[in-house]
């Protein structure tokens, strides 16, 4: 009985460690730097490979358009046709030679997933620019996009002078004895000296990593240091902090808001960082597929491809914009709410898909003016949006009027639909629907560009109006 | 050469194929007819009651409108019984053949309670949700009609909410948001924009 008992117990042990660890294990990304966005692409392992979805990886980068037949994957990417065939190695394009993947190619339903390993050799073939990718630290760098650095030593005092090939605004933070700058949004590469000892009175050494959040660098210092950029961010020098004068203390708005020690130094405020006009928000996402269109056609997927769309066009009119997700990941209706309500931007704008009627329907909160509420008024959760109502209706009014000038049919409503309540910001939620009988046509290059050209230039005519409004 | 016997009992199959195509057919449409039949038969719900002109709000795909329409059927005394008559003769129009705003099959509604003479509470059944198309504007127009049909039968009532087999729900199909109370003077408001 007792042996009966122990193996009771070892069985139990390891299905509670394996359960343990199952929940543990979180899904790997890889970022993607490019010129044209900053993303993150998930990882789906099969049979041991690395694989990435296609379209998520090629959709932010261009013009992508795919056709399936369950055995074969038509994929025209900026206009350049490319076959994959299912369970296949072998990758053929027109007037290139055959590209032999690292494994083989996957289709899940009506969806291609291409081995990471490949994605070096297979990149500069369907996006004509050279891939470079970081397998430890799962980062991919799409065109000649790579910030580098050179570190040097001065004396006289003593002091770091790092200079990098392009302006960077890293987090800061000094601690006894170190001090660490990270650089989330850069694509910051090695210098090809990671470690580097100094053996200086001031300096101890110095070490780089890249991880799949992006780039650290770590400063060993023997002595108290402070952090200052210059030169716009290309120039950050880690010195001893200079003797000081008897002058008032600094105010703590000269403070830089990246330093993050009390002991930090006041450096040159790095460069603004535009601050988005709108924020994109590709409803539904993960498990929560939305509308199933057609049987090969899902609501998340049309939202996604139409919000990345409507980001391009928006900023190709010089106005910033950000998205709550760029990649096929599940938000809540708070976690998107939170993200739209810090952002600072000034519109909201959800992005849905349907294939009942025709035309685009524009939704607004259905909540009720309150006399007398002021945006600073504390409200609860379910009537954020209250003071906002006016701004919103001026949103879907101008969103309105450009559809119909485009000869989009239209049609405007106030719906209960979260999280347009939430939003402590003009909201607005846009459906899209096909213009003919066919689901499919939501997701035809041509369809989706005539709606983004037509979303985009009444959000342009909303600029200066949004944040004139009582 | 294909002898005349071979002829004639090629024929003879290609006749009796034609014929059990004709009858799978008729068998066809025979089923059909069985299974539309409630929806197709006089919009009277279960209830007892004298008849009495009931106003329907019905909702169009068509032109994306919401109409009140007059008919005439049993109305009990009974306010939450006479809620849940006239949303199931309005949700037997959705279901019949000729529907402008169809709905899965089985969808109907349990019960209608009155916690005040201002609130009510509409349960409605599994089927009704799970099988509801999934879009705002068709989730906004079955959940509006079926407001403001509440509405016309009972006009002290000021505020509805719904559950599905009894429970909450966060959403009527992954959008339309039913986890609350719905103010019916908003929902009349919004209504509006839609005829």
Do not use: C
Not at chain 2, 94 to 118: C, E, F, I, M, T
Not at chain 2, 136 to 143: D, F, G, H, T, Y
């Amino acid at each position: 009985m007792p042996k009966a008992h122990s193996n009771f117990a070892r069985v139990t042990t390891l299905l509670l460690l394996l359960l343990a660890a199952a929940f543990a294990v979180e899904p790997r990304k890889i970022t993607v730097y490019a010129a044209q966005a900053n993303y993150q692409v998930d990882i789906l392992v099969r049979n041991g490979v690395d694989y990435v979805g296609l379209t998520d990886l090629l959709e932010p980068l261009g013009r992508i358009e795919s056709r399936s037949d369950g055995k074969k994957l038509k994929l025209t990417f900026n206009g350049v046709e490319t076959v994959f065939e299912a369970n296949s190695r072998q990758l053929r394009a027109r007037g290139t030679p055959t590209l032999d993947l690292s494994a083989n190619f996957l289709l899940i339903d009506g969806r291609g997933f291409v081995p990471v390993a490949s994605i070096p050799q297979l990149l500069p073939r369907l996006a004509n620019q050279p891939a470079d990718f970081h397998a430890a630290a799962r980062r991919l760098f799409v065109g000649p996009i790579q910030l580098h650095y050179s570190a040097e030593l001065r004396h006289s005092p003593s002091r770091l002078v790092l200079t990098f090939s392009a302006p960077v605004n890293p987090a800061v933070v000094i601690e006894k004895g170190r001090v660490h700058l990270s650089f989330h949004r850069e694509p910051l590469v090695g210098s090809g000296a990671d470690n580097v000892s100094y053996g200086d009175p001031f300096l101890a050494s110095t070490s780089f990593t890249e991880t799949p959040a992006g780039a650290e660098f770590t400063a060993t210092v023997l002595q108290p240091a402070t952090v200052a950029l210059a030169d716009a961010g290309r120039t950050l020098t880690i010195s001893p902090p200079a003797p000081t004068p008897p002058a008032p203390a600094p105010s703590p708005s000269a403070q830089s808001p990246n330093a993050s020690s009390p002991n930090a130094a006041p450096r040159p405020p790095a460069p603004p960082r535009p601050r988005p006009f709108v924020i994109l928000d590709a409803a539904h996402g993960g498990d929560d597929t939305g509308a199933v269109l057609s049987p090969t056609l899902l609501e998340k997927t049309v939202n996604l491809a139409l919000a990345r769309r409507l980001q391009k066009e928006l900023e190709a009119r010089g106005i910033p914009t950000v998205l709550t997700r760029t990649a096929d990941n599940p938000l809540t209706w708070d976690q998107r709410a939170i993200a739209a309500n810090t952002s600072h931007a000034s519109l909201y704008v959800a992005l849905h898909a349907s294939t009942s009627g025709h035309g685009v329907r524009i939704y607004t909160s259905m909540l009720a003016l309150q006399p007398g509420q002021s945006k600073r008024s504390f409200l609860p959760w379910e009537q954020a949006q209250s003071p906002f109502l006016q701004q919103s209706s001026l949103a879907a009014a101008a969103l309105a009027a450009q559809s119909t000038e485009d000869g989009l049919p239209v049609r405007t409503s106030s719906v209960p639909l979260r999280p347009l309540n939430n939003v402590t910001l003009a909201a607005v939620a846009v459906e899209v629907t096909p213009p003919g009988d066919s689901p499919d046509e939501l997701a035809a290059p041509e369809f989706q560009q005539k709606i983004a050209v037509s979303l985009a230039a009444a959000i342009a005519t909303l600029r200066g109006r949004l944040e004139e409004a009582p | 050469m294909i002898s005349r016997k071979l002829q004639l009992i090629i024929a003879a199959l290609v006749a009796a194929i034609l014929a059990m195509g004709f009858y799978l057919v008729h068998l066809k449409h025979k089923a059909e007819s069985i299974a539309v039949g409630p929806a197709t038969q006089q919009l009277v719900a279960p209830v007892n009651g004298p008849p009495a002109q009931m106003t329907l709000f019905v909702a169009s795909d068509d032109d994306y409108s919401i109409r009140p329409i007059s008919i005439t059927s049993a109305l009990p005394s009974d306010p939450g019984e006479r809620g849940r008559a006239s949303l199931h003769a309005l949700i037997l129009r959705y279901l019949a053949k000729d529907s402008p705003h169809p709905l899965g099959p089985g969808a109907d509604v349990h019960d209608v309670y009155l916690l005040d003479p201002a609130s009510a509470v509409v349960n409605l059944n599994g089927e009704f949700a799970n099988a509801h198309r999934s879009g705002i504007e068709v989730e906004q127009l079955s959940i509006f009609s079926l407001v403001l049909t509440l509405k016309a039968q009972l006009p002290q009532l000021n505020r509805v909410r719904f559950l599905v087999d009894g429970k909450t729900r966060d959403t009527l199909a992954g959008h339309l948001d039913i986890s609350d109370w719905m103010d019916i003077a908003l929902v009349s408001a919004a209504a509006k924009d839609l005829k």
